[in-house]
């Protein structure tokens, strides 16, 4: 018999531990990683045959993407990718900071999946399902910090210098500034090791005593909170 096992900390952990997946895939795949030094866009002929500059704006880079202002489009900011394929990524430590970011998205996306069905499933091969959960955000924080110290050494890279002057180098943004993308994956990370320290507290209230007497009670809907 299938018993819906609901508690208040096991609901808050697997909120936070979709919060966290989407959080991390967002950023992953946002443009504002960077954000360039201001720029003014090539003079354009205007519609009565002058000579105007564009605004100035600042063009923002990600790990495989970036958004740029182009005066002859009418929509004026053109986002997308710049790497077509992955070995156009700018520099070799933004190609394994992506490998680790991936495979750390991938692990949370599996757990917040995973987190959905811990109301009716508590174990998999007699094993705790909030402690393998647990574990693998653990392994998935891992993963994100690595990707996350990776990430400033390819800050060196001619693709970077474009956006953020020739004084950019590893470790040293030049003229750019940090785009809310990487606090965003900041953020994530941080919440990753919340969840995966909270996975404990998920599992001791869904096996708790009160939980225990439901069930012996014949209730297969359990809220507790």
Known sequence: MCHVIVTCRSML???????????????FMSTDWLVGFPRTPDAVISSHGASAAGEAYRPTLGLYGRCIRLPQLRRGVLCGPYAVHFGEIASGFWQAASIFLAAGILLLCAVAFISVF?????????????????????????????????????????????YCGPDASPYKLGLCS???????????????????????????????????EEIEEGKSLICLL
């Open 118 to 162: 811990t109301m009716c499933f508590q174990s998999i091969m007699k094993k705790s399902i909030f402690n393998v959960c647990g574990l693998l955000q653990a392994i998935a924080g891992l993963f994100l910090i690595l990707g996350l110290m990776l990430y400033p050494a390819g800050w060196g890279s001619d693709k970077v210098q474009l």
């Open 13 to 27: 952990w697997t909120l936070l531990s979709i919060v966290a997946a989407f959080s991390e895939l967002i950023a």
């Open 178 to 212: 940090m785009g809310w993308a990487f606090y965003t994956a900041l953020g994530g990370t941080v919440l990753t090791f919340i969840c995966a320290v909270f996975s404990a507290q998920a599992e001791i209230a869904t096996s708790s005593d009160k939980v225990q």
